[in-house]
Each structure stands twice: as C-alpha cells, then as structure tokens.
C-alpha cells in the first residue's frame, strides 16, 4: 500500500470515494459505498435484514455530534447550510470553504494538478485567506456531513427496530385474532348441529299431535311465537 493510501485511510477514512487496493477482485463489480465503507441496502433489504437477524447491527460512532435535531431531507434534498450550522462549521468558515471551490472551478479543467495549487495558494494568499482556516473548515464540513449520514444511519436503525418489533406484535395479535375466529366458526357449527339433533328429537313430539294443533296453540300462546313466514 503506497503512502497516499495509507494516510487516506487512517487519517480521512470517513471519506465518501474508498481507494482500490491490489487485492480487489477486478472482475467482480464493486458494491455502492457510503461514507463509512460499508454498502447500500435499500429499505426493503434492511427490513428484510432485521426480520431475519432480529436488532439490527449498532451504527459507528459519529465523528462529532451535531447540535439539535437532524436537518430534514425534503424532496430528496438537503439544506446542506444547516448541517454545517449543527455540525458547527460557521458561516464565515464555509465562506472560505466556497470561495477555494469557486476558485477551483474557474480553472481550466486541464491545469496540472501542481499549478493548479499554485495558482490557489496564491490567489488566496493575495485576498489574505489563510489556507490553514480553509481545511480546517473543510475537514470541518466532511466531519458534519459524516455525522448527518451516521445519525441519520442511527435513528433509521432506531425506527427500523422499533418497526420489526410493531410488525411482530401485529403479526402475533393477527394470529391470535385469527384462531379465535375459527374456534367461533367451529364452536357455532358445533352449537347448531347439537341444537338441530336436539330439536330433531322434540319434533317427533310435535308430529305426534299434529301440525293444526301446534299450528292453534302456538297462535293463542302469550309467549309463543309463530315462525316468520318463507320468502
């Protein structure tokens, strides 16, 4: 491993673009990194995930800790102003951060990268912009931007979590719901069958006296009731 690779590694590993090693396996495609190394998974996959490992795995601790609640993701996008402001990164310092990139960008896209940072080291010396104040400011934002992804990756864990265990408990209660339906279903089956041999059995008395005797004393009887007529 070169000295380049080292230094990336142990001092900037939070970077979003992970370097290639010898030992990757060229033919096999790489896996969608996020800063931190480790691989996508779409929701479906973490849900998937969790419901077949239980809790899901710990969140890696986040450089810094952001100040407040996380800045909301509307439509996909980010008020990028505001996780620097939780991560404590100034105005002032993310002024000097946009003005090297402004700088950066006005050169021509084939400029050396060594006259390239001349011409910046220069430029900013001239306006009297420190370069120090610069990547500490930028090391500042990449160390926000990394605990707005790790906070986020955590309180999505939290929510997941607690979502796997709310699933579980519906699903138990779903079941549960369930079998006391069809011990109903079995319990009225049996009741109507008991009751219908039972009132076969009554029946042979009334067939005895005739269905116009039954047919008068159930009219006259204050507490008989005639059967509802069909149709």
């Given at each position: 491993m070169s000295e380049k690779k080292g230094w990336g590694k142990s001092v900037l590993g939070w970077f979003v673009v992970q370097e290639e090693t010898e030992s990757v396996?060229?033919?096999?495609?790489?896996?969608?990194?996020?800063?931190g190394g480790a691989a996508e998974l779409s929701a479906d996959?973490?849900?998937?995930?969790?419901?077949?490992?239980?809790?899901?795995?710990?969140?890696?601790?986040?450089?810094?800790a952001l100040k407040g609640p996380l800045p909301p993701v509307v439509d996909g996008s980010v008020d990028f102003d505001q996780v620097f402001e939780a991560?404590?990164?100034?105005?002032?310092?993310?002024?000097?951060?946009k003005k090297a990139q402004d700088l950066l960008a006005s050169l021509p896209a084939e400029t050396p990268a060594?006259?390239?940072?001349?011409?910046?080291e220069a430029s900013l010396k001239a306006?009297?912009?420190s370069t120090t104040l610069i990547i500490?400011?930028?090391?500042?934002?990449?160390?926000?931007?990394?605990?707005?992804?790790v906070t986020g990756q955590g309180e999505t864990q939290g929510l997941l979590a607690?979502?796997?265990?709310?699933?579980?408990?519906?699903?138990?209660?779903?079941?549960?719901?369930?079998?006391?339906?069809?011990?109903?279903?079995q319990e009225q089956k049996q009741r109507t069958a008991a009751a219908n041999t039972k009132k076969l059995e009554i029946q042979q008395v009334l067939e005895f006296f005739g269905q116009e005797a039954v047919a008068k004393v159930v009219r006259e009887s204050p507490k008989l009731h005639e059967p509802p007529a069909d149709g």
């Open positions: 396996d060229s033919a096999s495609p790489p896996s969608p990194v996020r800063a996959d973490l849900i998937a995930k969790y419901a077949n490992e239980g809790a899901p795995p710990p969140a890696p601790a986040a450089p810094i991560g404590g990164v100034t105005a002032e310092e993310r002024d000097q951060v060594a006259v390239k940072k001349q011409i910046v306006f009297g912009v500490e400011s930028a090391v500042g934002e990449m160390e926000a931007l990394e605990a707005f992804i607690e979502a796997s265990q709310r699933i579980t408990a519906l699903d138990q209660e779903i079941t549960a719901l369930r079998q006391s339906m069809d011990l109903a279903m």
